[in-house]
């Protein structure tokens, strides 16, 4: 792995724009140089950029996209420039100048599978920073009687990472909703334009593209993403042709996340925020984190234990406890609502010694005038593991019929206010298909 000075990251930001003396607008590394032999050995595409990080690779089909594109595509928006009420309601001006100088921020190489999830302490298996400039173009509005008005614009990513793995230029969208406080932009381009020393593991024996990513969301309370590298493979070319011009059903294929890294790594999520638990926020009708936390403690508590059946018909009571509010809290915004995730876990206990689970993943959605807890979920997973793997996930002396592997997959649901929907859970035991559950209230199992 090559080692970057820190003082070379934002230094190479332009030299990747002035590779082969290209300017930042004439560049674009998405597309590999030489096009696919339409007969040729798998991988084999011709010129790649010097560096490549995926020389074989394939071009990616369909180009660059924005993955608001299909939402955005159903509600027969009207589309104008922005006026100067547009601007100010949406603060166009505050998200220009946010993106007007490049910025350096720490990152964390992890496990590719959490996709945007929040990683857990363990998830980072290495630390860089990734420097990031930005291109930002004219923003449009978009008005619709079925959507949330929205502005877009589209958007340049210049990127580089500390350590080396992966630099190059991505073009995408940014978007900001109208019942968001944050904004949110996507963009990617061909793996074969990404260089670096990161090394995707290649399948030499199937026909492949690639792509890099990189999601970020950004607000008063500053900007944080992701990046991720995908490779997709193809059973045969006809099946990679078909996929690339859209002119048939795509065949069977098989999509490799094989990197994935956050900016900043601190426990929450791409989309959230981490902010002191104990001050008020305006994103909470002044109230802090920690007495929404604690007002949603309270009545998770209230609710008491649950009457729970497993798939036997053998019964049993579950308890939940919320952790209390640690010293930071990850807060999120969209469709209308303000998020909060702990950053501690909900404990699942069953009275036959069954369960004693403590799910990592614990969001609490908020609303009305004085952000209420209106909701809370919690989440835990475990994959097929050992009996004893399982037992320290907190499933313990199950009876997993001879087999020698099994996973566990946890989740809660709590609904407080105006809600009509009944507070409850479900935790299944998997191998290939679920075997085994515990599902509660006792009017939810089948």
Do not use: K
Not at 86 to 106: G, H, K, W, Y
Not at 182 to 190: G, L, S
């Amino acid at each position: 792995m090559r080692t970057m000075r820190p003082t070379t990251v934002l230094a190479t930001l332009t030299s990747i724009l002035l590779l082969a003396g290209c300017s930042p607008q004439a560049m674009s590394i998405g597309t590999p140089a030489g096009e696919p032999d339409p007969v040729g050995e798998p991988g084999d595409i011709g010129e790649a950029l010097p560096g490549s990080v995926c020389p074989s690779c394939r071009p990616q089909a369909g180009g660059q996209t924005s993955d608001f594109s299909g939402v955005m595509s159903q509600c027969e928006w009207v589309e104008s420039a922005p006026d100067s009420a547009v601007a100010a309601r949406f603060e166009l001006d505050a998200i220009a100048q946010q993106l007007s100088a490049s910025v350096e921020l720490p990152l964390s190489w992890g496990d590719a599978r959490l996709d945007g999830e929040r990683p857990p302490a363990s998830a980072a298996s290495s630390e860089t920073t990734v420097a990031l400039a930005f291109e930002l173009g004219p923003f449009r509005h978009f008005a619709s009687s079925r959507c949330t008005e929205a502005v877009r614009a589209d958007v340049t990513v210049t990127f580089a990472t500390e350590d080396g793995e992966v630099s190059g230029v991505m073009h995408g969208e940014l978007a900001r909703f109208a019942d968001s406080r944050t904004w949110r932009m996507f963009a990617q381009t061909d793996l074969a334009g990404v260089a670096g020393t990161l090394d995707p593991a290649l399948d030499m024996t199937r026909i492949h593209e690639g792509i890099a990513s990189v999601v970020i969301t950004g607000s008063e309370l500053g900007m944080r993403g992701a990046i991720r590298v995908r490779v997709s493979y193809y059973p045969d070319l006809n099946a990679y042709e078909r996929r690339n011009d859209q002119t048939d059903t795509p065949s069977a294929r098989d999509d490799v996340d094989v990197a994935y890294a956050w900016f900043p790594e601190d426990g929450c999520s791409d989309h959230e925020f981490s902010v002191p638990s104990d001050e008020p926020s305006g994103w909470l009708a002044q109230r802090s984190p920690a007495q929404v936390i604690d007002e949603a403690r309270a009545l998770v508590a209230a609710e008491g234990a649950f009457d729970a059946q497993w798939s036997d018909g053998s019964q049993t009571s579950v308890s939940i406890e919320l952790a209390a509010p640690g010293e930071r809290t990850c807060i999120g915004s969209g469709e209308g609502i303000v998020t909060l995730s702990l950053q501690g876990d909900a404990r699942i206990r069953s009275a036959d010694g069954h369960v004693d689970v403590a799910a990592p993943t614990v969001r609490i959605r908020t609303g009305g005038s004085t952000a209420s807890a209106q909701s809370i979920i919690s989440f835990a997973r475990l994959e097929p593991g050992t009996p004893s793997e399982l037992a320290a996930f907190g499933m313990r002396d199950l009876d997993l019929g001879g087999r020698a592997t099994a996973g566990a997959m946890v989740e809660t649901w709590h609904y407080f206010g105006d809600s009509d929907e009944p507070s409850g859970g479900r935790i299944d035991i998997f191998d290939e298909v679920t075997f085994d559950h515990l599902t509660w209230p006792l009017a939810a199992a089948p």
